[in-house]
């Protein structure tokens, strides 16, 4: 079943494999084979058994390879809701299907080269996507403009792969002069080129995970109110009784297209009491791991800096928010009033404009962007291009054509060049079946 399930206009059910066309015509009653490649046609879907007329619809042909899977596919589109998708699905078991698996026809599509790895994840975030930034970057994406780096740099990882393999079978002194250093200055090359990969991964979690945004300040600065507004709901306790919240409770919100983990913390302070201390722990700790942090400074605590945050926490970008402006004003600073809503929409364009310039700062640096699992392996890459350039000052010339045959293969591993059924099990099962 390509759509999901539940009441709606229409239903797809999507066959794929050499029997397909089969299939198609044993629900259909007309012959279905590749002259048909590309058009659809009008049938009744009957149970091939019994004849009982099931629903009526379309019949869509796509001949392999020239498909999603590359291989023939049909799809029956009927009417939606619990009983007549279900029915044609099982006349397809019936003539000889069988239930597809998690991801199978994107399995497939990939087993038989009609995309790379990177596309396939791509397909995935698309259909995940909760908000449009998340969207368009899974269509550029899919679209490509994602594996021409990853592509560029495994093409030079395994072009100084063999280099070095080729050096193996000759002594010192037969190689040409200068080999060493021109092999080094590749490596160097290759291996700031991974790193810079690297550092973009921000902006493709940001879009996939959310951006991790923390309300923070002192006891009664406000922040539970504002949490509550920016969600425009009563979702967190409120009181006039410092130190109110101690757990820090996260919700998810869209703020300027950016998909945003918000959380609300405990006001920090040094206290006696051991459960606000942990709560107050587990602030600070929040507040070094956010990805943008919003300071927030009643007018009664503006006068001295409205509580200075932990030092571990200065490395995080901050947006100072001056509270309850209602009840008085702080000239030219950035100012909001949970009471009224007063500057609550400049707040969420300063939090988007934040987390926009915190993203672009690392794309800008290479175009590319790069996912939870293209980094693990672009970091097992980058260990081996460091083993490998310590290898080369010795020289070790064994070593570092492992080294470089193994980062090689990581790069391989960002396109699914190189891939193990692992890989494929855990990033098909993330799909829904029918996809
Ligand atoms: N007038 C006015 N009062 C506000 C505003 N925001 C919060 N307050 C009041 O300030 C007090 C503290 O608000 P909270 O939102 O609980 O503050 P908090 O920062 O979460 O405090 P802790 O959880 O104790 O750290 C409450 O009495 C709120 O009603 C506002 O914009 N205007
Ligand atoms: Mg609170």
Redesign the pocket.
């Known amino acids: 079943m390509a759509t999901a399930p539940g009441r709606g206009g229409v239903a797809v059910v999507r066959v794929s494999g050499p029997a397909a066309f089969r299939i198609a015509t044993a629900l259909s009653g007309r012959r279905v084979d590749a002259s048909l490649a590309g058009r659809f046609f009008h049938a009744t879907f009957r149970a091939p058994k019994t004849q009982v007329r099931l629903d009526d619809g379309l019949v869509l042909v796509f001949a392999g390879p020239r498909s999603y899977t590359g291989e023939d596919v049909v799809e029956f589109q009927g009417h939606g809701g619990a009983v007549a998708p279900r029915r044609v699905l099982e006349a397809c078991l019936a003539a000889g299907a069988r239930l597809a698996q998690r991801g199978e026809f994107t399995q497939r599509a990939f087993l038989n080269g009609r995309l790379d790895l990177g596309r396939a994840e791509a397909v995935i975030d698309l259909v995940d996507a909760r908000t449009e930034r998340a969207a368009d970057d899974a269509t550029a994406r899919l679209l490509g403009a994602q594996t021409r780096p990853f592509e560029d740099l495994y093409a030079a990882a395994i072009d100084l792969s063999s280099r070095v393999e080729h050096a193996l079978d000759f002594s010192e002194d037969e190689l040409p002069a200068g080999f060493g250093d021109t092999v080094r200055s590749a490596l160097v090359d290759l291996l700031g080129t991974v790193s810079r990969q690297l550092s973009t991964a921000r902006e493709g979690r940001l879009l996939r995970e959310g951006a991790l945004v923390v309300l923070a300040?002192l006891?009664?600065?406000?922040?539970?109110?504002l949490m509550n507004a920016l969600l425009g709901a009563d979702r967190v306790l409120?009181?006039?009784?410092?130190?109110?919240?101690r757990d820090s409770i996260e919700e998810g919100v869209e703020i300027g297209g950016w998909p945003v983990r918000l959380v609300?913390t405990?006001?920090l302070r040094e206290t006696a009491n051991t459960i606000e201390r942990e709560g107050v722990a587990r602030a600070t700790e929040l507040i070094s791991k956010a990805d943008l942090v919003v300071h927030?400074i009643a007018p009664e605590d503006a006068a001295d800096g409205g509580g200075i945050l932990p030092p571990e926490t200065c490395a995080v970008p901050t947006i100072v928010v001056h509270?309850?402006c209602?009840?008085q004003a702080t000239p030219g600073a950035l100012a909001v009033?949970?009471?009224t809503g007063e500057g609550l929409e400049a707040l969420r364009t300063a939090i988007a404009d934040g987390l926009t310039s915190l993203a672009a700062k690392d794309a800008e640096e290479t175009g590319a962007d790069v996912t939870t699992r293209q980094k693990e392996v672009l970091m097992r890459a980058r260990e081996a291009l460091e083993a490998a350039l310590a290898a080369l000052a010795l020289p070790d010339w064994v070593v570092a054509a492992n080294e470089l045959r193994v980062a090689a293969e990581s790069l391989g591993r960002v396109l699914g060049k190189v891939y193990s059924d692992d890989l494929l099990d855990a990033l098909f099962s993330r799909f829904c079946i029918g996809k």
């Open positions: 300040g006891p009664n600065a406000g922040k539970s109110s409120v009181s006039n009784e410092a130190g109110t919240t609300d405990a006001g927030l509270s309850k209602d009840l009033s949970a009471k």
